[in-house]
């Protein structure tokens, strides 16, 4: 099946540095990614869509200066967290559907085993 | 403001039974609904999916209900096994112009062996 990575799978860095978590699709294009941000024992909570050639679009409450978003290609997108807090510490998730268009029995996305941030 | 809810927070079943995890969506342009589990320091993982225009699918040993009338659904687990145990999430999709995954709050499911 698709597989997606993203690295690293965990981080810690001091306050006020940035951060980047890298998303890739490894055996199919994908022309829309989306981040996802979890707190503990919370839900996953959309942060933007990332198309491949544009800007991001995010969520209503996301900072898009605070959250980097670059989709260069059909098969990587960033996430830099720029100038970091500790309130930025999550677990970040990255997901992505194929160009093809929805992605049948697979519950439209695939995902990556996620990022875990940690700001000292 | 529209979203995607959950019942019960947190469920507690013994092994062999059947296990049985709500959710409630308040937007009826939703077409298309998925259930995921996620492990703890892990992505999700996709279960089972059904279309509006179900009301009922099947795979092996999980059957998602969907019932567009009171805009609820569920998602059971035959013979729950203890590596069942995890969080479950509903998600759903709605017919806008970058169809956005939104998911649910989620129920934590305990299998006791």
């Known amino acids: 099946g698709a597989v997606v990575s993203q690295h690293p799978s965990w981080v810690i860095c001091k306050s006020g540095t940035s951060v980047k978590i890298e998303c890739r699709s490894l055996?199919?294009?994908?022309?829309?990614m989306f981040w996802y941000r979890q707190f503990p024992k919370k839900s996953l909570m959309l942060m933007a869509t990332?198309?491949?050639?544009?800007?991001?679009?995010?969520e209503q409450g996301v900072e898009k200066d605070k959250f980097l978003i670059n989709h260069a290609s059909l098969t990587l997108s960033t996430l830099t967290v720029t100038s970091a807090h500790p309130e930025d510490s999550s677990f970040y998730i990255c997901?992505?559907?194929?160009?093809?268009?929805?992605?049948?029995?697979?519950?439209?996305?695939?995902f990556g085993e996620g990022s875990r941030l940690t700001v000292l | 403001g529209e979203s995607v809810g959950l019942h019960l927070p947190t469920l507690s079943v013994q092994e062999g039974d059947n296990s049985i995890i709500n959710c409630a969506y308040s937007?009826?342009?939703?077409?298309?609904f998925i259930w995921y589990k996620q492990e703890s320091g892990k992505g999700p993982q996709f279960i089972i999916d059904?279309?509006?225009?179900?009301d009922k699918r099947q795979g092996q040993r999980v059957t998602v209900l969907l019932n567009k009338t009171v805009k609820h659904l569920s998602l059971q687990i035959a013979a729950t096994q203890p590596g069942d145990s995890a969080v479950y999430f509903c998600?759903?999709?709605?017919?806008?112009?970058?169809?956005?995954?939104?998911f649910g709050p989620g129920t934590s499911l305990s299998v006791i062996p």
């Open positions: 997901s992505a559907r194929t160009a093809s268009g929805r992605a049948t029995n697979t519950g439209e996305l695939f």
């Open positions: 055996d199919f294009q994908a022309t829309t």
């Open positions: 990332s198309n491949e050639g544009s800007k991001a679009t995010y």
């Open positions: 937007n009826s342009a939703s077409d298309y």
């Open positions: 059904i279309r509006s225009n179900m």
């Open positions: 998600a759903e999709t709605r017919k806008t112009s970058y169809d956005k995954v939104i």
